[in-house]
């Protein structure tokens, strides 16, 4: 998946471009990400890389200076709250669910299972849901 145009060495030691990009790539490959792109800043210092593509039609290779559209990236940032709302114990829970309905309008009735539905869609990076 990788491509040499795609890596951007460091002058560091201690950021080993080559050890990122094939991480990067072995990562990408496992869990059937098409295209990503990984940077790293630890001081003056940085590292990118870049696997996959932006299209899985047309096969254009992703590059470090890629633009990933936004609902791409919310929804790793969703999922990740999702999952980290299950560690909440339920009396936070309770709590949060309580200021949210003072705050906010009720959300309309939805079919039975279609949060289900939504989370699932969301934690498998479905577009356009």
């Known amino acids: 998946m990788s491509d040499a145009n ?8 201690l950021l080993d471009a080559s050890h990122w ?7 990408a490959e496992k869990h059937g990400v098409a295209g990503a792109v990984l940077g790293i ?3 003056d210092d940085m590292v990118q890389a870049a ?4 299209n899985l039609r047309t096969g254009d290779p992703v590059h470090t200076d890629t633009v ?4 791409s990236i ?3 940032y969703t999922a990740t709250a999702a999952a980290a709302l299950r560690l909440v114990p ?5 709590d949060l ?11 309309p009735a939805a079919a039975p299972g279609a949060a289900e539905l939504r989370h699932r869609a969301t934690r498998r990076h479905v577009p356009g849901t």
């Open 6 to 13: 795609h890596l951007v060495q460091s002058s560091s030691p």
């Open 21 to 27: 990009q094939q991480r990067l790539d072995v990562l």
């Open 41 to 43: 800043l630890h001081g």
């Open 51 to 54: 696997s996959g593509v932006t």
């Open 68 to 71: 990933f559209q936004i609902g």
């Open 74 to 76: 919310t929804k790793v």
């Open 90 to 94: 339920r009396v936070v829970q309770r």
């Open 97 to 107: 669910r309580r200021a949210r309905r003072g705050h906010h309008a009720p959300a």
